[in-house]
């Protein structure tokens, strides 16, 4: 398969990508600064700003599946960069695209009608980043694009134990934290076996 990735260098993105190397997939990753990533003879590493609707066109154009971990960082470069990505899969005619979202926008237990970031599940007092990934759902959903937004709790580094629990559109109940490398793998396996597409899904242990 060839898989396009956005967010290489990030936790889950970089393990994604070693990963799919490791697997045996042809890989092109889109990246400020190239040498964060090391050589692979199946990863081209592109230089490029995925704020540039010509270089994540560039990017996609082989790609079989895109696959997303931009990280929010107190910026609107998540959401700058869905709408070019959502154009060029488009172009290109790629229909497979999974991204890492958030937790808090999953919907609330207790008020359904909303996200969990709007409800007192969250204890987050800042929601700039949740708020950023509702945006990237919502582009997403209305699309006829096969998404699948991974929408992990508390997100500590650990390896991967392929133990977790997953829950459409809401967080598994009592949930607590979930590994970088269980949420890279579980979106790795989602990516290879479909089975939460055009839905968000919620990941804990």
Known sequence: MKITIFGATGRVGNEFLRRALEDGHNVTAL??????????????????????AEDVKEAIKDADAVFSAIGTDK????????PLI??????????????????????????????????TESKRRLTFAAEEHAKVYEQLADTKLEWTIVCPTYLPQGEATGEWRAERNFLP?????????????FAFNELLEPQYVATRVGIAY
């Open 86 to 119: 959502i154009e060029a899969m488009n172009h290109h005619e790629v229909k497979r695209i999974i991204t890492i979202g958030t937790a808090g926008i999953l919907q609330s237990r207790t008020n359904p009608e909303v996200y969990r970031f709007q409800s």
């Open 75 to 82: 910026t609107t470069t998540l959401t700058d960069a869905i």
């Open 173 to 185: 109940d009592n949930s607590v934290e979930i590994s970088v490398g269980d949420t890279a793998l």
């Open 31 to 52: 990246v400020r600064i190239p040498s964060k990533l090391a050589f692979h003879e199946n990863l081209t590493i592109y230089a490029g700003n995925i704020r540039k």
